[in-house]
């Protein structure tokens, strides 16, 4: 399993989704519907000075799945190349016992 995190501004997440199922990828997701911080591509706060916010879609997915989230995210970055869109991804497993797995080993 791969996890995948996508961080866009809020204003290309309708995009983003479309490109997903233009791929058929990223069906299951976790959305943080607002993200405040700064990074490459200027601050988001939310605010009166820096009223731009950001999401996140995280996906646990195979590889294949996030090689299809990746063209995804690169059409629409191709599209709004202003718009501070990032993908990150990392290996990742599911703990088993008492934190949450389906049983003791």
Same mark, same amino acid.
């Given at each position: 399993?791969?996890r995948?995190?996508?961080? &866009?501004?809020? %204003?290309?997440?309708? @995009?983003?989704?479309?490109?997903?199922?233009?791929?058929? &990828? $990223?069906k299951?997701?976790?959305?943080?519907? %607002?993200?405040? $911080?700064?990074? %490459?591509? $200027?601050?988001?706060?939310?605010?009166?000075?820096?009223?731009?916010?950001?999401?996140?879609f995280v996906?646990?997915?195979?590889?294949?799945?996030?090689?299809?989230?990746?063209? &995804?995210?690169? %059409?629409?970055?191709?599209?709004?190349p @202003?718009?501070?869109?990032k993908?990150?991804s990392l290996? $990742?497993?599911?703990?088993h016992?008492?934190?949450g797995?389906?049983?003791?080993?």
């Amino acid at each position: 399993m791969i996890r995948v995190e996508v961080i &866009a501004n809020r %204003s290309v997440e309708e @995009n983003i989704l479309d490109a997903l199922k233009h791929e058929n &990828a $990223g069906k299951f997701y976790t959305k943080y519907p %607002s993200i405040l $911080g700064v990074g %490459s591509s $200027g601050p988001r706060m939310g605010d009166a000075i820096w009223p731009e916010e950001n999401f996140i879609f995280v996906f646990w997915c195979e590889e294949d799945e996030a090689r299809a989230i990746e063209r &995804a995210v690169v %059409s629409v970055k191709t599209k709004f190349p @202003n718009e501070g869109i990032k993908m990150f991804s990392l290996p $990742g497993g599911q703990m088993h016992g008492s934190a949450g797995g389906e049983g003791e080993e």
